[in-house]
């Protein structure tokens, strides 16, 4: 039998920027890391390795809703060694099929080859085809909650006894999507060169002004990124495939993660006219009629896992010192002080960005930092495997 890696990751929150030089070798980081990921997604995969497709229950708590959805996964077993693990990246908040370059590089690819296991790409409910519902109007989002999805992999995990290509039974490895890297990359280029807080705003507003055209297209600014008209195509389109709709319902429902101004007393780069209420707005905006309360549902989500006080074996915390996500992840300044032990190892990657220890190619140099955790991750599951039978 295979041993099983449980893996989650969530990305949370925003970062408050503290000085020139702190700026601009964040960006610099997030530049490289962003041109890496994308250079993964160039490539042909053979169809040996998906997509298949999994008979899904659409309600995982009525015992009298028997239907069923296909969801989608891929599957690359080339590196399987007898007693390997398995890999399982659960790809929320964008269709999955962008992501399938995982099977064959970065960090998933990385464990495989070195632990002899295989990488699952699974694709989360309501994105690219894997859709239990015909369209996205609000009564049809009820069953898009964390605990279908957790459900979703159990059932996963307790049918799918044997693959074609496996022979093996399954976990997961929750991922965000990396976003579009375009005219962040010019971004990136022009802040490189911006040596004092002048010119960084000026590289700023730059990339503002060019997103913002590139992301408006035909529509006025006022128009896209406004929150107020509910007969907006925005606020109306309801057809499937459409991402965007499916991760504001989470974020609506039970995330609640408002990518707002840092708090007073710190530098923004984001207007404070940005606030919860101008996110919250859009909820009742783009599901009029709908099971959502007057704000997300975050403390049922902390009390259920835990939050900051999530103690359990057998996770691998980590975490970027420069992650936009850090504020609310284990690893937030303000969070309880979290012991790194050999059971649950707790590691901060210093000067590190969003995903950036995702990315490793046998083509690319990759910096020491991330070697030095990938070379820890894979200490620590190797040594939990190898006990695998008394967890």
Known sequence: MARLIFFWAIALALISIVNATTLTRLFKNQFNSK?????LNKR????????????QKVDHFDWNNHATFPQRYWVNSTNYRPGGPIIFFNVGESDASGFTDYLIEG???LLAQRLGGVVIVFEHRYYGESNPVSDLSSKNMVYLTVDQSLADMVNFMQTVEEHETLGIPVSFWQKTEPGDPGPFEEFCQAFNNATTPSAQVAAYASWTTAYAANACQNQTQDDYFGTHDPKASKCTNTTLNNADRSWLWQTCLEFGY?????????????????????????????FPVSILSSKPRTNYINEKFGGWKLEADHIFWINGEFDPWRSLSVAAPNAPTRLSTEKSPNVLIKDAVHVWDAFWSPTTTIPEPIVEVHNQLVASLSGWLKNFNTI
């Open 258 to 286: 408002w990518q707002t101004a840092a708090p007073k007393g710190h530098l923004t780069l984001i207007s404070r006219l940005v606030t919860p209420d101008y996110f919250q707005r859009q909820c009742q905006l783009f």
């Open 35 to 39: 041109r890496n990921l994308f250079a």
């Open 107 to 109: 960090e998933t690819s």
């Open 44 to 55: 042909a995969l053979s169809p040996q390795l998906g997509p298949f497709t999994f008979p």
